[in-house]
């Protein structure tokens, strides 16, 4: 990620989706957040059909997106979530083309991940862009492409390591403007890839993995 595509602009937190919490496929990025918004979450709706870039790995027992946000996550854990101050999850804006950003600011992977289908997760705050919040998509990861996609992020200085059936990468940085990061989980035919500023809870990505991936 580039200081100066994201940092600058933490205040107005961009965190880039078509459909709120449904999956999609392409879209724009966004490089500004909205001064105002809707402070009702968005109905959750179900992936549209369209054709991933990468296949199900038959091995990983064809691995499908969830069907929705609230899916991804453990139940207690899904309403430790809920009960954060300042964040809720897929406000309405989140849904306007060009307002939030997607799991990875990654120059090498984002196109990748722009291009097929994924499903998007937002917890941010409800009115509108703001310094605190996270995203989280989760696409198709084909056995013939995610050692390519462990390469890239090793070669962007994420730390790589083995993790249940797949491997987890992860940065975190800080600086003058905020703590930030990513953490990508790679496996059971998944890519889950979360994009955070100010709001990295414990055990996150961890959550995601023990309900999405057998063990």
């Not at 937002?122 to 198709?140: C, E, Q, R």
């Not at 962007?156 to 940085?173: H, I, K, L, P, Y």
Request: proline share 8%; charged share 15%; glycine share 10%.
């Amino acid at each position: 990620m580039t200081r100066s595509r994201w940092l600058p602009a933490v205040l107005l937190l961009v965190l880039v989706t078509a459909s709120g919490c449904s999956a999609r496929a392409g879209g724009n990025s966004a490089t500004s957040a909205p001064t105002s918004g809707s402070t009702t979450p968005a109905e959750t709706s179900t992936a549209t059909p369209v054709a991933p870039s990468a296949t199900p790995d038959p091995a990983a027992g064809a691995a499908v997106i969830p069907p929705s946000c609230e899916s991804i996550y453990s139940p207690g854990y899904l309403e430790t979530l809920r009960a954060t101050p300042g964040v809720v999850l897929n406000p309405e804006w989140t849904a306007t083309p060009g307002q939030a950003t997607l799991g990875t600011q990654e120059a090498a992977l984002l196109p990748l991940l722009e291009s097929r289908e994924h499903l998007d997760c937002f917890w941010v705050a409800p009115g509108g862009g703001s310094g605190m919040g996270l995203s989280t998509s989760i696409s198709l990861a084909a056995s013939d492409e995610q050692a390519s996609l462990v390469s890239q992020l090793s070669a962007a200085e994420f730390g790589c390591t083995e993790q249940s059936n797949g491997t987890r990468c992860a940065v975190d940085r800080t600086d003058e403007y905020a703590s930030w990061g990513e953490t990508h989980f790679i496996g059971g035919g998944l890519w889950i890839a979360t994009f955070y500023v100010e709001f990295a809870p414990d055990g996150y990505t961890d959550d995601i993995v023990k309900t999405l991936v057998p063990a």
